[in-house]
């Protein structure tokens, strides 16, 4: 069955510093998004992606944020200059028509 | 603005007894309703979906919830419980029937006895 993937499942990174996190998306799905869940607390909305544009942003997804489909497959997330904040777990999700396919997440910490 | 309020944070239950996980939402608009599951170190996988059809929804894994408008509510039942029910579930709203961006809830662990 496909499936969305994501790597690294854990990168540790130091304040200040630029990180990109990796999806692969279902290969005929359209639309792509990236959720934060920081510890104990919800699974938030960051930005919905279709037709090699942003949809929707949340109002956590500020100017440090960018997102990008590099090539038919991946879609990325870039953090320019992380904060303590930034620190979370990080999922991928795609879909093409009701439901949203998760990826296991990548998990951010930043020291 | 779209919210949801998973009432429980832990649920615990013996194999075997039902299961009742209690979800209310609050929506401007007619909502789509989910629930999500997720596995230790998973992802999250969708159990079931509400999109303004049959008020009581069949899942996968015996789940099932019923969507009561009077109630704003969207509890997650199971009537049997099994060892691999142990996760955590996801009570989730979108505004649109084809769920762009997802509202979610807290989260509540269903942790199983045997």
């Known amino acids: 069955e496909p499936e969305v993937t994501q790597t690294p499942s854990h990168q540790v990174t130091q304040m200040g510093q630029e990180v990109i996190l990796r999806c692969v998306p279902i290969?005929?799905?359209?639309?792509f998004y990236w959720y934060r869940q920081i510890l104990g607390q919800k699974v938030e909305f960051l930005v919905s992606f279709y037709n090699n544009e942003i949809s929707e942003k949340s109002e956590i997804f500020d100017d440090q944020f960018s997102v990008e489909r590099p090539d038919g497959s991946n879609f990325t997330l870039k953090i320019r200059s992380t904060k303590l904040e930034d620190s979370a777990m990080y999922f991928c999700a795609s879909r093409t028509s009701y439901e949203q396919y998760f990826g296991p997440g990548t998990r951010l910490t930043v020291t | 603005a779209q919210s949801v309020t998973q009432l429980d944070s832990h649920v615990s239950v013996s194999e075997g007894t039902p299961v009742l996980l209690r979800c209310n939402y609050s929506s401007s608009y007619s909502p789509s309703l989910f629930w999500y599951v997720q596995h230790p170190n998973k992802g999250l996988q969708l159990l079931l979906k509400y999109t303004s059809a049959a008020t009581l929804v069949k899942g996968i894994n015996g789940f099932e919830a019923e969507f009561k408008k009077s109630e704003t509510s969207f509890h997650l039942t199971k009537p049997s419980a099994h060892m691999s029910d142990a996760a955590e579930y996801f009570c989730v709203v979108s505004e649109t029937e084809y769920g762009n961006k997802l509202v979610f809830g807290a989260g509540t662990i269903l942790r199983v006895k045997s």
């Open positions: 290969s005929n799905h359209l639309y």
